[in-house]
């Protein structure tokens, strides 16, 4: 099964910052199959991006989903207090699907 | 608005089976997959498995032997069972909904676009 490494573990940000959340995946994973999501405690997930890069439509473009191959990235533009929370990454292109362990943007 | 909501045992006894349903309201059960994901205490999420509407399923090959869900559509709900329970099923049950996509003209499940807000379920005698 395809692992997805996520770092780091813990982020500590002030709101207006910029994040960079990392996802790596121990094989290549094709583009489409990349999804990212939004965990807060005792929340259902929120699908935050799909397809590495596409938003839903509720989603505010300040989340911006990029990479390709084994790397894939979770940028935060201006992260408002809503936004901390815990992120994790998805890959649905190979069976099993697989979730990365997660990282958590705390306030600083 | 569509919205999913677990329900089901918050206990159940070491080697018996443990059920549980996710009722499905606002939307249509046409067109989606439906999943089952779960978090262990401490540990990270892990795909249990989905049934499309058309009652297709697909199982982790790591639960697939204690595994069934199923789908009642004119219901509006779809169920998870697993057999044989152990302390290693304690965790939090989630059930999704996956939105269906082409791949070069072929559909597939896409990402899961709606969950419920989960379901502790305890293994323990």
């Known amino acids: 099964e395809i692992v997805l490494t996520q770092s780091p573990g813990t982020l500590s940000l002030s709101p207006g910052e910029r994040v960079t959340l990392s996802c790596r995946a121990s094989?290549?994973?094709?583009?489409?199959?990349i999804a990212w999501y939004q965990h807060k405690p005792g929340q259902a997930p929120r699908l935050l991006i799909f397809?590495?890069?596409r938003r839903p439509t509720d989603i505010p473009d300040r989340f911006i989903g990029s990479g390709s191959g084994t790397d894939f990235t979770l940028t935060i533009d201006r992260l408002e207090p809503e936004d901390f929370a815990l992120y994790y990454c998805q890959q649905y292109g190979s069976s099993p699907w697989t979730f990365g362990r997660g990282t958590k943007v705390e306030i600083k | 608005q569509v919205e999913l909501r677990e329900s089901g045992p918050g206990l159940v006894k070491p080697s018996e089976t443990l059920s549980l349903t996710c009722a499905v309201s606002?939307?249509?059960?046409?067109?989606?997959?439906w999943s089952w994901i779960r978090q262990p205490p401490g540990k990270g999420l892990e795909w249990i498995g989905y049934i499309y509407y058309t009652g297709s399923t697909n199982y982790n090959p790591s639960l697939k032997s204690r595994v069934t869900i199923s789908l009642d559509a004119p219901r509006h709900h779809f169920s998870l069972i697993v057999t044989s329970v152990t302390a290693a099923d304690t965790a939090v049950y989630y059930c999704?909904?996956?939105?269906?996509?082409?791949?070069?003209?072929?559909?597939?499940?896409?990402?899961?676009?709606?969950w419920g807000k989960g379901i502790t379920v305890t293994v323990s005698s």
């Open positions: 094989q290549i994973v094709n583009t489409m199959y």
């Open positions: 397809g590495s890069s």
């Open positions: 606002g939307g249509s059960i046409s067109h989606y997959y």
């Open positions: 999704a909904r996956v939105k269906e996509a082409y791949y070069d003209g072929v559909i597939g499940p896409e990402a899961a676009d709606v």
